[in-house]
């Protein structure tokens, strides 16, 4: 049987971890809450601009912007992979490195060169113990709350690279938010943008854009597609970087709420184990003390 003392520290031990569990379980849940408040207000934006890039490119348009053209050219790729800088939250670094494993591996046979970036501290860890890769660029300033400029700076080197050949594919790894209930891992291929190609898929024919007639391009259609082209991709890089932020806090407050549950559980049997030693401690000693009274008696 074990110590009782040993027990009672061990389970006072098991509530202060209980308490730092359900402490970041709240945390977790009042950043997803933020989180997800910017996440659906972007949601919105990067999906009307989207549809309208589309509705442009459907027209029947002379001019043709270069980030929307499909590159022959295999030189150089770059694989964008965003992870969390902390831990504690279950395995949504993992999800998000292993989905991207296979696609490194596809940009590695495609491409002569492949540059791998990656913003989070978690992540880089895991490529250097599992890929034994060090990645070409790392980035640790996101966290819950990334900033739109701090997501632009990264995209307008991307579109600048592309632009001018230097890259000719971008991916990105990250945790996609579909519910509440669900997040998966997704690798999109965001430059060259060609799905934004070709007209839009809902909708019916009447909403759909005729040949050109739809619209009247003031200046002119090249100045509004260079204007717009480019915004669209650092919006969905954007919604990319909000998205991961949204997952993060899930995962985390996920958990959180499961480690608490396991310490409650652990707590209830290691006060069994304690109230048992406690009673078999008890009940030697008065074995004990009869056992000594029947001595006397007998002598």
Not at 143 to 165: C, G, H, M, N
Not at 237 to 250: G, M, N, R, S, W
Request: charged residues 30%; glycine residues 4%; contains cysteine.
């Amino acid at each position: 049987m074990a110590n009782p003392r040993t027990l009672d520290k061990r389970r006072k031990s098991v509530r202060n971890i209980k308490k730092i569990t359900r402490t970041m379980e709240l945390i977790a849940t009042a950043r997803f809450k933020q989180a997800m408040d910017r996440a659906s207000a972007a949601t919105a934006f990067t999906q009307r601009i989207t549809q309208l890039v589309k509705d442009l490119t459907a027209t029947e348009l002379e001019f043709q912007h270069p980030l929307l053209e499909k590159r022959e050219s295999k030189k150089k790729a770059v694989l964008l992979v965003l992870t969390s800088n902390r831990g504690l939250c279950g395995g949504y670094n993992g999800n998000i490195c292993r989905a991207s494993f296979p696609r490194l591996k596809e940009l590695q046979e495609e491409y002569g060169e492949v540059e791998l970036w990656i913003s989070g501290k978690k992540g880089i860890s895991i490529f250097r113990i599992q890929r034994k890769l060090s990645p070409n660029k790392a980035f640790f300033n996101f966290e819950d709350k990334p900033r739109y400029e701090e997501v632009e700076t990264i995209a307008v080197d991307l579109l600048d690279a592309f632009q001018s050949k230097e890259i000719d594919r971008l991916d990105v790894a990250y945790m996609k938010f579909v519910s509440t209930s669900r997040q998966e891992p997704a690798v999109e291929t965001l430059l060259p943008l060609s799905g934004l190609e070709g007209a839009a898929e809902g909708g019916s024919q009447e909403e759909k854009p005729s040949t050109g007639s739809m619209y009247e391009f003031i200046p002119s259609a090249e100045s509004i597609l260079e204007e717009i082209v480019p915004t669209s991709f650092k919006v969905k890089l954007f919604k990319c970087f909000l998205d991961a932020a949204v997952c993060e806090q899930i995962a985390r407050r996920v958990a959180m709420k499961a480690a608490t549950e396991n310490a409650n559980d652990l707590i209830k049997f290691l006060s069994r184990e304690y109230n048992r030693a406690r009673q078999s401690r008890i009940t030697n000693e008065i074995m004990e003390i009869i056992g000594g009274v029947e001595a006397l008696a007998s002598s």
